[in-house]
């Protein structure tokens, strides 16, 4: 099977060479298959949430390799790396953002429509998630009238989309109670029961990935205590 993510010793080091410089990431090295679920588990301030931004492309290591679907993103133009982010990589965070003027539906298809596909198919695909989700009564309504946990799985229905290789999760639900954390618990493995995505779902929740039985990384201040050793 082959890998979507893999990451070659990757460091990552802030404000490197200042007073304020901190050590990150220290040679963290790991893959995702495709068709896999991992927990990336670690305390507060750990480097999970850094782990997330580099795997999405949204940061550079500062050394290392980070590799999507076989593509080398040390060697790569910011443009070249925003279309592959696009293309490819969905992320869930813990606090969802919506655009407060448009509704639900709205704001799941809006990635879409931007990215320039066909409204009605879009609007089509967007209305069978709603009812694989048990959303379809709720999609008409704006952000302010739902519940936190009716937003999150809005959220990841609108990080599906586009059909991403690569689903980076973090910790989406930690701001819920466990009656609406099981619900998106729940969505997120409809989902994958259909999908060949890689997902990678931070959490600092030992007993919900022991609990699993999924794979589970363990980082500890910067560092992998499990990850796939060295390259
Ligand atoms: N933009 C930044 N500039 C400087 N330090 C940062 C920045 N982002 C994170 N850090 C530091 O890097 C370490 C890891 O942070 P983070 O990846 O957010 O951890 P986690 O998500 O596990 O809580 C922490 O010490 C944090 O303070
Ligand atoms: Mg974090």
Same mark, same amino acid.
């Given at each position: 099977? #082959?890998?979507?993510?893999?990451?070659? !010793?990757?460091?990552?080091?802030?404000?490197?060479?200042?007073?304020?410089?901190?050590?990150?990431?220290?040679?963290?090295?790991?893959?995702?298959?495709?068709?896999?679920?991992?927990?990336?588990?670690?305390?507060?301030? #750990?480097?999970?949430?850094?782990?997330?931004?580099?795997?999405? =492309?949204?940061?550079?290591? +500062?050394?290392?390799?980070?590799?999507?679907? &076989?593509?080398?993103?040390?060697?790569?133009?910011?443009?070249?790396?925003?279309? =592959?982010?696009? #293309?490819?990589? &969905?992320?869930?965070?813990?606090?969802?953002?919506?655009?407060?003027?448009?509704?639900?539906?709205?704001?799941?298809?809006?990635?879409?429509?931007?990215?320039?596909?066909?409204?009605? +198919?879009?609007?089509?695909?967007?209305?069978?998630?709603?009812?694989?989700?048990?959303?379809?009564?709720?999609?008409?309504?704006?952000?302010?009238?739902?519940? &936190?946990?009716?937003?999150?799985?809005?959220?990841?229905?609108?990080? =599906?989309?586009?059909?991403?290789?690569?689903?980076?999760?973090?910790?989406?639900? &930690?701001? =819920?109670?466990?009656?609406?954390?099981?619900?998106?618990?729940?969505?997120? !493995?409809?989902?994958?029961?259909?999908?060949?995505?890689?997902?990678?779902?931070?959490?600092?929740?030992?007993?919900?990935?022991?609990? +699993?039985?999924?794979?589970?990384?363990?980082?500890?201040?910067?560092?992998?205590?499990?990850?796939?050793? +060295?390259?």
């Amino acid at each position: 099977m #082959s890998d979507i993510l893999v990451f070659e !010793k990757a460091v990552k080091i802030y404000s490197a060479g200042t007073p304020l410089e901190v050590k990150a990431l220290s040679e963290v090295s790991f893959s995702l298959a495709e068709s896999s679920f991992t927990y990336l588990l670690g305390p507060s301030g #750990s480097g999970k949430t850094t782990i997330l931004n580099l795997a999405g =492309l949204l940061d550079s290591a +500062s050394a290392g390799r980070i590799i999507i679907s &076989g593509n080398d993103s040390s060697v790569m133009t910011e443009k070249e790396k925003a279309h =592959l982010r696009n #293309s490819s990589v &969905g992320f869930v965070f813990q606090q969802p953002t919506f655009l407060p003027e448009f509704t639900a539906e709205e704001n799941v298809m809006m990635p879409s429509l931007i990215a320039g596909a066909d409204k009605k +198919s879009v609007q089509e695909k967007a209305r069978r998630f709603f009812d694989t989700m048990g959303l379809a009564e709720r999609a008409a309504h704006y952000p302010s009238q739902l519940s &936190g946990g009716e937003l999150q799985r809005f959220a990841i229905l609108r990080a =599906l989309m586009n059909n991403p290789a690569l689903l980076l999760c973090d910790e989406p639900t &930690g701001q =819920l109670d466990d009656g609406n954390a099981a619900l998106v618990m729940e969505a997120m !493995k409809l989902f994958l029961e259909q999908s060949a995505a890689a997902v990678l779902f931070v959490t600092h929740n030992r007993d919900l990935a022991a609990a +699993s039985g999924r794979r589970v990384l363990h980082l500890r201040n910067g560092v992998l205590q499990n990850g796939d050793g +060295s390259y």
